[in-house]
């Protein structure tokens, strides 16, 4: 939940309570699958007599409708029914019909706010007395799924902090939302009921109980924290412990500017490279140096702070470590194996690289081998140039440096392994790959709003012993 500055945030429409219970939310689910049954019931009736193109055709137009209805349906719920939906969108386009994940992609943290009583109420409940010794500005800076953020000051000190306040009831209801959602999905039709999705299911529960956990956040806070105070490059809010809990973060307040702003586009290009080879770095010290990874790439995780002395370099402001992923040594061993690959450019030093994870181990040569094409694809932008005569002239510039705007880098891979799966039985790839790859996506249209050119050898070298 980024506190752009530069952005007012005080029109949203504001509710004076949320469908915390699990009577009101069992009630709004199952109104949405009745209304879902009956129009299922009559799409069938009405195609029988079509012919097959005719119903196939019409069959698609019904899902992406019916997706579409179940987002905004689950919309207007708070909680973790909207991350769940968020969730998958994110980490399930292996699981869900297209249909289904464009739809959930629409789902939005940026929602009406909960009213200041409700919250002044959460407040007080949480801190006792210790409130009034803040002075909270009733208006909140950023709104989520679950929880919403006031900025405040400690009147002792005049520091100026903001409160990350978690919504209540939405921590206990994590499990009935996921039972919740999965029989929704079971009523729409749409989407297979397989042990895939259990997986998938139990790995986002897994996650959302450890985000809802600030005790967890703020712990993780402070060692990014530590990590990164001496690298004028970064900021990372500071942990006020006296005033957090378990549902109340209270961190230092990080003032910036959001990734989309019209003020970082305005930047002198070799600044807007400076950011993104920032933005590229930490993600790769998060998966080679420290094994645990911010796995979120919403830009909301994000500000950038402008520097107004030419000496100092503008800062990537990191918010947000509630989803944190950590990774086990035997994957590392592996990433490091692809990378070093990705870099020189291999195919065969890639498919060596592929072995220790069941998904490797029990491919063909064949699969390996266009596997292995999609991981040189998909590690073009930390390739050598001099290695590398695949790499697009015009994502390239005089530097030697990868343009990720120019390079349509999604796309290719994703025609790549479309590609790919219609020539063998594609298995669901391990779940971490998943969340490494979401965040390179995630990295690529930062890289690719702001336009930015980074230099693979500054990136790479490092890790290539």
């Not at 306040?165 to 989407?191: C, E, H, T, W």
């Not at 549902?247 to 003020?263: A, Q, W, Y």
Request: hydrophobic share 40%; net charge negative.
């Amino acid at each position: 939940m980024a506190n752009d500055t530069s952005r007012p945030s005080d029109n949203k429409q504001s509710i004076d309570n949320l469908k915390t219970s699990g009577f009101e939310r069992r009630m709004s689910i199952a109104k949405t699958s009745l209304n879902i049954g009956r129009r299922w019931a009559g799409n069938s009736m009405s195609g029988m007599f079509l012919d097959k193109q005719t119903r196939e055709k019409r069959n698609q137009a019904f899902m992406e409708a019916q997706a579409n209805y179940v987002a905004a349906e689950l919309g207007k719920l708070k909680g973790s029914v909207v991350k769940i939906g968020q969730m998958l969108a994110l980490y399930g386009e292996h699981v869900l019909p297209p249909e289904i994940t464009r739809a959930l992609q629409t789902l939005n943290d940026d929602t009406a706010t909960l009213a200041w009583p409700k919250i002044e109420q959460t407040l007080r409940r949480t801190l006792g007395e210790k409130l009034s010794e803040l002075d909270v500005d009733t208006t909140p800076i950023g709104t989520a799924s679950l929880a919403q953020v006031h900025r405040a000051t400690i009147k002792a000190t005049g520091e100026q902090v903001v409160l990350k306040i978690q919504y209540p009831g939405v921590a206990d209801a994590i499990d009935s939302d996921l039972a919740l959602f999965k029989r929704l999905l079971k009523v729409s039709n749409a989407v297979p009921q397989t042990r895939a999705l259990d997986t998938w299911f139990e790995e986002i529960r897994d996650l959302l109980h450890r985000e809802v956990d600030y005790n967890v956040e703020a712990a993780t806070t402070e060692r990014f924290y530590g990590r990164l105070k001496d690298d004028p490059r970064y900021s990372v809010p500071k942990i006020i412990r006296d005033y957090s809990s378990q549902r109340l973060l209270c961190m230092s307040f990080e003032s910036g500017v959001s990734v989309t702003s019209d003020i970082l586009q305005a930047l002198p290009h070799e600044r807007r490279n400076a950011i993104g080879q920032a933005a590229i770095e930490i993600m790769m010290q998060e998966i080679f140096v420290w094994g645990e990874m911010q796995t979120d790439p919403n830009f909301g995780n994000y500000l950038v702070r402008i520097s107004d002395d030419v000496s100092e370099p503008d800062k990537l402001v990191l918010l947000d470590f509630g989803a944190i992923r950590q990774f086990d040594n035997e994957l590392l061993v592996i990433a490091h194996a692809l990378l070093r690959a990705g870099y020189h450019h291999d195919h065969q030093a890639m498919k060596a690289a592929m072995t220790g994870y069941e998904f490797f181990d029990t491919m063909s040569d064949k699969v390996r081998s266009d596997v292995a094409s999609l991981f040189l694809l998909a590690t073009e932008p930390f390739s050598n140039p001099n290695a590398n005569p695949d790499i697009p002239v015009e994502c390239l510039d005089e530097h030697n440096r990868y343009i990720w705007a120019n390079s349509r880098l999604h796309s290719r891979i994703s025609e790549k392994a479309t590609r790919a799966m219609q020539s063998f039985e594609f298995n669901l790839p391990p779940k971490e790959f998943m969340f490494i790859s979401r965040k390179f996506i995630g990295a690529y249209t930062f890289l690719t709003v702001i336009d930015a050119h980074t230099n693979p050898d500054t990136l790479v070298r490092p890790y290539l012993t």
